[in-house]
Each structure stands twice: as structure tokens, then as C-alpha cells.
């Protein structure tokens, strides 16, 4: 092979086509770290924003402004819609002098009674203290059992003409695998100390004492959901046997039973009837991490095993 003398080398053109290929991908290895770093920085900031409470201008404004607290979900210790939360949240609502009014925004199932009892005792002792402002509860899709008996010390509830509302009981829901256990061959060894310790165990066979038992109890927590919706609605009920039976109606039915005052929305109740169009949120939300540590604390003391084992859960459902 030959050379004319102004070509170089082919070993020399070798060398500089790898040493320009590896600096190609030398120069790409950066722009594509660049980029990468730059999607994680973005990404650290979009989550920051969402996890990170930063208040804001909205609150620092001298104008009267509604404040909003979602009740959301199921009502229990370990949720989002827990007492402590809520609560948390009514009192900050509160003790806010641009507040003019609360709106609880209500959207819940129902959940525990001891929970709810819990926050409708807070509202009213708020009230009490807090004279000049008061608290409207705005279903949303669902207002029922323990749902319902946060959103009776409301001054008034307004519902969408589709929303649900009602359910004014109590249940205590459990399972029995007698049957199932005798089929397979399965035999029940408890051993208690005290005659009632394994009371409604779902592995044995129904007790009509315990039944009976359980009965009163069920009885004595919906007769002070019932007083407590007779004293928060007042006159405002109709007088119909089936009001206390359980049932649900919609917001329609709600307010020809005296369950709701009337059709709104956060917007026009904030607009037409606290007057007081401005909106500002006071509901406690949980970032990812607390929401994970909840999560996990729930299903490690409440996990499947846990529930069929257990006697029943007194619910507001």
C-alpha cells in the first residue's frame, strides 16, 4: 500500500477517528447527564410542591376569606378523616380572625363512632366559643352514618340534589366459619378466662347471650346517634318512622325530610351565604411519608388475620 506525502498515515487516521469517536460520546454522556439531572431536580421540586404546606399569599391577605376543611373518606384514628386531623384543622379554621365562616366539606361513608363523636363535640364547642362564625357542612356524593352525625352540628347542611345522605344506624359486622370448619375437618380449641372473652368468636358457634349483648350495645350507641341528630336538626325533622331506620335518600329527599336545609355548593354557600367568596383551605393533608407510615402502622395491628379474629367493629355505616 502507498502514500502520497500529504496524507497521513492510515494508522494515524485510525487513531484520530477513535479518539473524535470517543470524545462523541464523552460530549453525549454529558448532555444526557445533564438532562437526567436536571428531570431528578424537576422532579424533586414537583414533589416538594405537592408533599410541602407552604402557606402562601392567599392566607397573609387582610380579606375575609371562608375557610374550607374536607372531610374525605372513611372516619377512623389511623385515616386522613381522623379526629386529630379534623379537628386540628377546625380549630386553625377558627382561631383565624380573617375567617368569616367554616365549610366542611363532607364526602365520607361513615366510620368509627368514637371518632366522629369526637369531632362533633369539637364543632359545637367551637361554636360556642366562636359565636360570631359559623359552620355549614356541603355533602358531595356521600353523607352517611358517622358522616352524618359530624355534619349534624352544622348550623346547615346543603347537599346536591344527587348527593346521599342518611344512614342513621349502627352494625357490627363479623363472620362465622362453623360451617366451613366442619366441612374440613377443622376442630375449635379456645381456651378463655372469663366466661364472655371470646365473645362473637366467628370460629364458634353463635351464642344467644352474647348475640343479645351485643344487641344492647347496638341499640345504646344508635339511640345517641339519634339524639344527636334530633338536637342538631331540632324542628327541622320530619316526623317519620323510617328517619331513624338506616335508610339513605337523596339530597333531594334529605331536604323534604329535614335532614338538609338545602341545595349548594362550597362556591355559592361561600358567595351567598357566609358572603364571603374568598377560599382558603385548612385541611390537613399528609405527605407521602406519613401517609406510608400510616399505612403500614394500620395493616400491622389491623391486618386480614387480625380482622377475622376479632369479634366485630362497632361502625357508623
Known amino acids: 500500500m502507498s502514500t502520497t506525502e500529504n496524507e497521513p498515515p492510515w494508522e494515524r487516521q485510525l487513531l484520530e477517528k477513535v479518539a473524535f469517536a470517543a470524545l462523541r460520546e ?8 445533564i438532562f437526567f439531572k436536571l428531570a431528578g431536580l424537576s422532579y424533586l421540586v414537583a414533589v416538594l410542591v405537592m408533599v410541602v404546606d407552604w ?6 391577605a387582610d380579606a375575609r376569606h371562608t375557610a374550607v376543611i374536607h372531610l374525605h373518606g372513611t372516619i377512623e384514628a389511623q385515616g386522613e378523616a381522623s ?50 362564625i359559623p359552620l355549614y357542612a356541603v355533602v358531595e356524593d356521600v353523607c352517611a352514618s358517622g358522616g352524618y352525625y359530624i355534619a ?6 346543603f347537599v346536591d340534589k344527587a348527593s346521599i345522605v342518611g344512614s342513621i344506624g349502627v352494625l357490627m359486622d363479623a363472620f362465622g366459619f362453623t360451617g366451613t370448619m366442619e366441612k374440613l375437618g377443622i376442630e375449635r380449641r379456645l381456651l378463655t378466662a372469663g366466661d364472655n372473652k371470646g365473645f362473637l368468636d366467628p370460629f364458634s358457634p353463635q351464642d344467644a ?21 334530633r338536637r342538631g336538626r331540632g324542628d327541622r325533622l320530619k316526623d317519620t318512622p323510617e328517619l331513624f331506620s338506616g335508610l339513605m335518600w337523596t339530597g ?11 341545595l349548594g355548593t362550597v362556591g355559592s354557600v361561600a358567595r351567598d351565604v357566609i358572603k364571603a367568596d ?3 383551605e385548612f385541611t390537613i393533608r399528609e405527605n407521602i ?27 357508623f355505616r
Do not use: Y
Open 26 to 33: 464523552q460530549r453525549a454522556k454529558r448532555r444526557w447527564g
Open 55 to 60: 402557606g402562601g399569599s392567599e392566607q397573609l
Open 83 to 132: 379526629a386529630q386531623n379534623i379537628n386540628n384543622a377546625l380549630e386553625e379554621a377558627f382561631a383565624d380572625k380573617r375567617t368569616a365562616g367554616v365549610i366542611l366539606r363532607v364526602n365520607s361513608p361513615g366510620g368509627s363512632p368514637v371518632q366522629a363523636g369526637i369531632v362533633h363535640d369539637e364543632i359545637r364547642r367551637l361554636r360556642t366559643k366562636h359565636p360570631q
Open 152 to 157: 349534624a352540628a352544622a348550623d346547615k347542611i
Open 209 to 229: 347471650k352474647q348475640k343479645a349483648h351485643a344487641q344492647v350495645l347496638l341499640r345504646e350507641i344508635h339511640e345517641q346517634f339519634i339524639d344527636v341528630v
Open 252 to 262: 333531594s329527599q334529605s331536604v323534604g325530610l329535614g335532614l338538609a336545609d338545602g
Open 278 to 280: 374568598r377560599i382558603v
Open 289 to 315: 411519608a406519613e401517609r406510608f407510615a400510616r399505612r403500614f402502622r394500620a395493616d400491622s395491628t389491623e391486618g386480614v388475620v387480625g380482622s377475622l379474629l376479632g369479634a366485630g367493629r362497632l361502625m
